[in-house]
């Protein structure tokens, strides 16, 4: 295995910061600094900073409840991230698709690339559920032409809307692309004053407490 692909595995940092920790001559493999594209063995033993390094074990996948305020970055930037709910041994986890800062809900972290792969590539369309309330009722031709699909700036984006009540209804996607439900409603004259998911393909939040998280859900 590359030397920055351990890393990255070990640690939860990406390939790039693994490349520069490296660079920096702060990894070590048997004793001795190493060089970008050094590959390492199971015997191998591998050191940051002088802390020794192991991949983990069986692949870790978790809920959590994300409350609004919160980004999933790991670092911040003066706002509270997502890994500030979590305990350090859990820091390696990386979020499977995003939840902006103003938006809550169902947040899945792992170290499985193969679920997170599952999970997000377009050929697989796992569908996600949110809870939304606008800032005034949506009409009717308005539900119609978001069902029917409103074009934005990376293409065309149709939500399946029901449980209209008011300001308040849900609506199924099966893409991920960038604050894609606010700027569907925003082309339309609306803004979406809460976002909250509550499922994500077989995974469903239920009772989960916000600000929580819940271990190795069954997939």
């Known amino acids: 295995m590359r030397i920055n692909k351990f890393i990255a595995q070990a640690t939860g940092l990406s390939r790039r910061a693994s490349d520069h920790a490296i660079l920096e001559g702060r990894v070590t493999v048997n004793g001795r600094s190493v060089l970008a594209g050094t590959d390492v063995g199971a015997k191998d033993e591998v050191r940051l900073d002088s802390r020794p390094l192991a991949l983990p074990g069986q692949p870790t996948t978790i809920m959590l409840n994300k409350p609004a305020g ?4 790991r670092v911040g930037q003066g706002s509270k991230t997502i890994y500030d709910l979590l305990p350090t041994g859990l820091h390696r986890l990386k979020p499977v698709g995003r939840l902006d800062k103003d938006s809550s809900g169902l947040l899945l972290l792992t170290d499985d690339g193969t679920l997170a792969d599952r999970l997000t590539h377009p050929r697989y369309a796992k569908e996600k559920l949110y809870g939304i309330r606008l800032d005034k009722p949506l009409a009717p031709a308005a539900r119609t032409q978001a069902e029917r699909g409103v074009e934005l700036e990376d ?6 809307i029901e449980d209209v009540h008011g300001t308040r209804l849900t609506a199924r996607l099966s893409e991920g692309r960038n604050r894609q439900i606010r700027r569907t409603f925003a082309v339309l004259g609306y803004e979406v004053r809460e976002l909250h998911r509550t499922k994500f393909g077989p995974y469903e939040l239920g009772d989960l407490a916000p600000g929580t998280f819940a271990r190795d859900p069954k997939y």
């Open 155 to 160: 293409g065309l984006s149709r939500l399946k």
């Open 70 to 73: 919160y980004v999933c970055s």
